[in-house]
């Protein structure tokens, strides 16, 4: 009778272990990309308030298309996790071109947006934020390269689902740094980072191994992050001198 019960709770105990990672093998990036439209609601909405709804002096029209493409790319995100999942994968192919001229045009504008929101910091409210110029920058570079090198190995599903996925946990920097306690202790690349060591913990845990695009990807990123935090808050003379240069200052 002791030898069934320990055959029969090996066999519920690799029964529950097998249905964990066949879960976390199909349903993870979608799974993490609902995390990531819920912590992106969440932490915007310590600062989408009537101060900025109903804002005196008002912000500046280019700051609300920004705000629109970025939630277009979460939506965009939960939308292609799902067509992988129901086996829609034409038109998660066609939906992707569509998904690599948004970024694009997020890259694009996100620098444009950075300098104006700066300056408008400045004239309309008194404050002088231009160091952080290099969070902005770094969170676009490193989704840019990110999206760039999903672009490329398109045909390679290990590999760009994997950069997608690291490309839209960069962005939740912008998420986390309202977070009060994130956002004071400079954690928010640390926080987002997490979320990309939960997807190297499902490769253990799904196929054994980490995929390489982690270990070829994420430490760079951490290196440009850590970078970005030291210009922002430390701000050396050289790099307040370019900062002011470029906003014309």
């Not at 939630?71 to 690599?100: C, D, E, M, P």
């Not at 990309?196 to 913990?201: D, E, Q, R």
Request: aromatic letters at 14%; charged letters at 15%; a positive charge.
């Amino acid at each position: 009778m002791a030898v069934g019960n320990v055959g029969f709770a090996t066999r519920s105990q690799t029964s529950a272990t097998s249905g964990f990672k066949t879960f976390l093998g199909r349903y993870f990036y979608f799974c993490m990309a609902l995390l990531i439209a819920g912590l992106s609601v969440w932490g915007f909405s310590q600062t989408v308030d009537t101060r900025l709804l109903h804002a005196k002096p008002p912000r500046p029209l280019l700051l609300w298309f920004h705000g629109a493409a970025f939630s277009a790319w979460i939506v965009l995100f939960i939308a292609q996790s799902a067509l992988v999942r129901v086996r829609k994968v034409s038109v998660h192919r066609t939906l992707g071109w569509f998904g690599a001229a948004l970024a694009a045009t997020m890259v694009a504008s996100s620098f444009r947006v950075s300098v104006v929101m700066v300056r408008f910091d400045r004239t309309a409210l008194g404050k002088d934020v231009s160091s952080f110029l290099s969070v902005l920058w770094c969170d676009m570079i490193i989704f840019g390269a990110c999206m760039a090198l999903a672009i490329y190995f398109r045909k390679r599903p290990e590999y760009h689902r994997r950069l997608v996925f690291m490309a839209s946990c960069q962005l939740m920097q912008a998420a986390f740094v309202r977070f009060h306690y994130i956002g004071d202790h400079d954690l928010p690349y640390p926080a987002l980072d997490v979320l990309i060591v939960a997807g190297m913990l499902r490769d253990l845990v799904v196929d054994g191994r980490v995929n390489r695009v982690y270990l070829c990807v994420l430490p760079p990123m951490i290196v440009l992050q850590s970078w970005a935090t030291y210009l922002a808050r430390v701000n050396p003379s050289w790099w307040r001198a370019a900062t002011h240069a470029i906003l014309g200052w």
